[in-house]
């Protein structure tokens, strides 16, 4: 086999195309693998750089090809487009991952392990099941508000809605809906152990990974938003400041400027959305506590911008003195606040 510096593979579902080549860039390897040829493949190669795009099973190839030797390099799939020359095809896929990777500018994705992968998704699994729950405490919600019975917000007002239709004297409902909606009702008391028997796994975990303690003492962070950081940041040393990191999470303006002149426009909410969206949740609770009345820059911020605005402000400094705990592996230190 002829010497091979940089390969791409390619990922897919049954076929995987892998684009090879030498020192000198010549295209030496082109040719596609079926999943079962891809590790006995590699493992007949000498150790070289591997490329792969950041998507779908990415991370569990990285680890079996690095266990062969193979320096395993994940991209993000919009640096990668950048390179597609002409037509989109697997072939060509794979040899604008094989010029990107080689790009002394690019940045890569770090590889999760097995653990962490693990752990992110006992998040993913919890936030269907919250999905769900939500669409079907709408759907009881608006089937009951059909026949006028009404309740006030909030998904602790469930229990007064499940409570008339089991009540035999309340006749507000038709007998063929009732029945349906005690069966959607027994439905939602599933879905919510099962949502609190995740929330024990990902507490268990999360007490066992320093990072993950580090992580909750700042104002703002529970053991759900801690270990979400803590499965799905695998390597917060890939971010040059913590800037950066929030800037990966899509916290910053959206800049789009020519001659001179930048527009900042809304924030760019590109990268983990999951993440995203607790980081503002969290934000949101440090605006309702008490600390927003005695940080003198929330106080100002609030008094400027208006409520959700400053919560995003504050998700970004939230996400930035997060990374700073995790690169240092130390609690969160606070600033004494004015009396």
Partial sequence: MKEVSIVDLDLGKREFQVHGVDGCGAVVVRRSLRRSQVLSYFGRLEPCLVG???????????????????????????????????????????????????????????????????????????????????????????????????????????????????????????????????????????????????DRQILDWGRSQATCRHLITIPGFGPILSSALAAMVADPAGFRSGRDFSASLGLVPRQSGTGGKLRLGPISKRGNGYLRRLLVNGAMSVLNSRRARQDPWLVKLLETKPRKVAAVALANKMARIAWAVMMRQEDFRPRALAA
């Fill in 52 to 198: 792969m795009e950041a998507c779908a099973t990415s991370h569990y190839w990285g680890r079996e090809l690095r266990a062969l030797g193979h320096d395993v390099r994940l991209i993000p799939p919009s640096y990668a487009k950048a390179y597609v020359r002409r037509n989109k095809n697997d072939a060509a896929d794979a040899a604008a991952i094989c010029e990107a990777v080689s790009r002394p500018s690019m940045r890569f994705v770090a590889i999760k392990t097995a653990e962490q992968q693990a752990a992110g998704g006992l998040h993913r699994v919890r936030a269907l099941l919250v999905k769900q729950r939500t669409m079907q405490t709408n759907a009881l919600r608006g089937l009951m508000a059909e026949f006028g019975v009404v309740v006030a917000a909030g998904p602790h007002r469930v229990g007064e809605l499940v409570a008339m239709l089991a009540d035999p004297e309340d006749r507000r409902i038709p007998a063929p809906l009732c029945e349906g909606l005690l069966s959607l009702a027994r439905s939602l008391g599933e879905l919510e152990r099962r949502i609190a028997a995740l």
